[in-house]
């Protein structure tokens, strides 16, 4: 079982920026793809960004965060970030860390089988 803390949530005004943590603990993880995805008030959890565990050099991201947020991870230190820049008002919302066994980086929230319990990020204008 693998476990998941994440942290780095907070207040941040639009156009800002904000790093997320994901502390990854538990069985060997190695063969794992991690997600992050968030949930804004009254709407359905949506996929933000994937990346594979091993090597790190496979990365895939929801088309409204292209090129403003960046998914990476730290061996060393068990942890996959999310780095996020030019934060507008939508990006408002509960920012989960998730793993899924294997190496797929899927948009599908029901393949992950690990969750975090949820940080959140609020834009303001």
């Known amino acids: 079982q693998v476990q998941l803390v994440e942290s780095g949530g907070g207040l941040v005004q639009a156009g800002g920026s904000l790093r997320l943590s994901c502390a990854v603990s538990g069985r060997s993880f190695s063969n794992y793809a991690m997600g992050w995805f968030r949930q804004a008030p009254g709407k359905e959890r949506e996929f933000v960004a994937a990346?594979?565990?091993?090597?790190?050099?496979?990365?895939r991201y929801a088309d409204s965060v292209k090129g403003r947020f960046t998914i990476f991870r730290e061996n060393t230190k068990n942890t996959v970030y999310l780095q996020m820049t030019s934060l507008k008002l939508e990006d408002t919302a509960i920012y989960f860390c998730a793993a899924r066994l294997g190496s797929d980086l899927s948009v599908r929230e029901d393949e992950y089988g690990n969750w975090g319990q949820g940080t959140q990020v609020t834009v303001t204008s």
């Open positions: 990346i594979n565990w091993w090597s790190g050099d496979r990365t």
